[in-house]
């Protein structure tokens, strides 16, 4: 990784106050530090280039992990739950991160405007994947770090950023991967539209057959596909959705455990506090305790 984009984002979280992430000036663009290695943290990714500028992290997909250090990025093309820990980092050599949000409008757009796009894959792939991050990318990153000095040039340059981004990645070795992010009636496209719909109506009962129905597939095919894409099944990819979201509202909303459970769909609360303390690795009471504690 670059001394230039290094320096750069030092700069900039030496003079933020309060936690990390650090929202910027730039939509869909997060600057993360930590000064220690920290304990595992649930989450959902949006598809972004999620860049390692100093230290080390990893993130488990469903039943996939992924290393990645300075040098490296996670790219991911899929909104999804994932459970991840920074394991490299300390006061004098922070772990820090740069996440920049794809436009998949602005990358349909460059892609149609190629002479010889990457032609995207048949066959199911993984939706996310670690890069090295040099050269070009590299760059780009540095320079979008470098406008949060300039406000007023954000709209202007921000764009055409976004555009060269998007070309260097249609253009590297894994274009392929990345051109089915813009195929609008590709099965990965059809396999993200029920995704979504998934998403929204998370704390109802699931069918696979309407899931399937909706992407236009077979239940077979639409199984196989999703587990490919994500890592985790359908009703694995649920469960995750409504127990994030419970989280949620007992540590920001103060919902009791009961009222959690039921609101994202769960009909038994010891059901409920069973599966919670399998993913997060102890009760929802001691959990948000926990939770709220360190947010203090």
């Not at 670059?2 to 730039?26: E, H, K, M, N, W």
């Not at 002479?115 to 993984?126: I, K, L, W, Y």
């Not at 196989?224 to 099944?233: E, G, H, V």
Request: aromatic share 8%.
């Amino acid at each position: 990784m670059s001394d230039a984009l290094l320096d750069a984002v030092t700069r900039y979280t030496d003079a933020q106050t309060g936690a990390s992430p650090f929202a910027t000036a730039i939509d869909g663009l997060a600057i993360l530090r930590s000064n220690r290695e920290k304990q595992p943290s649930h989450l959902i990714f949006k598809p972004a280039l999620c860049i390692v500028v100093q230290g080390a992290k990893w993130t488990t997909f469903g039943d996939k992990r992924f290393d990645y250090r300075a040098g490296q990025a996670l790219v991911v093309s899929i909104e999804t739950p994932a459970f991840g820990r920074v394991v490299e980092a300390s006061p004098g050599k922070p772990y820090l991160g740069i996440v920049i949000e794809f436009d998949l409008a602005i990358m349909r757009e460059v892609m149609e405007a190629m002479d010889a796009p990457p032609q995207a894959h048949g066959e199911a792939r993984a939706g996310v994947f670690v890069t090295d991050f040099d050269g070009p990318l590299a760059d780009c990153a540095l320079r979008m770090v470098r406008l949060l000095d300039t406000p007023r040039a954000i709209p202007m340059i921000h764009p055409l950023l976004m555009r060269e981004i998007s070309y260097w990645l249609l253009t590297g070795p894994h274009g392929g991967e990345i051109a089915r992010l813009t195929l609008a009636n590709s099965h990965a496209q059809r396999v993200v539209g029920a995704i979504h719909a998934l998403r929204e109506r998370f704390a109802q009962p699931v069918r696979i057959e309407d899931l399937a129905l909706a992407a236009q597939m077979s239940p077979s095919a639409f199984h196989r596909q999703f587990k490919a894409l994500t890592s985790m099944t359908p009703l694995q990819y649920q469960k995750q959705l409504r127990l994030l979201e419970a989280r949620r509202l007992m540590a920001a909303d103060a919902a009791n455990v009961e009222t959690a459970a039921f609101q994202v769909g769960y009909e038994s609360p010891s059901q409920f506090s069973r599966e919670y303390s399998r993913m997060f690795g102890s009760p929802p009471r001691r959990d948000v305790a926990a939770l709220r504690a360190g947010a203090s």
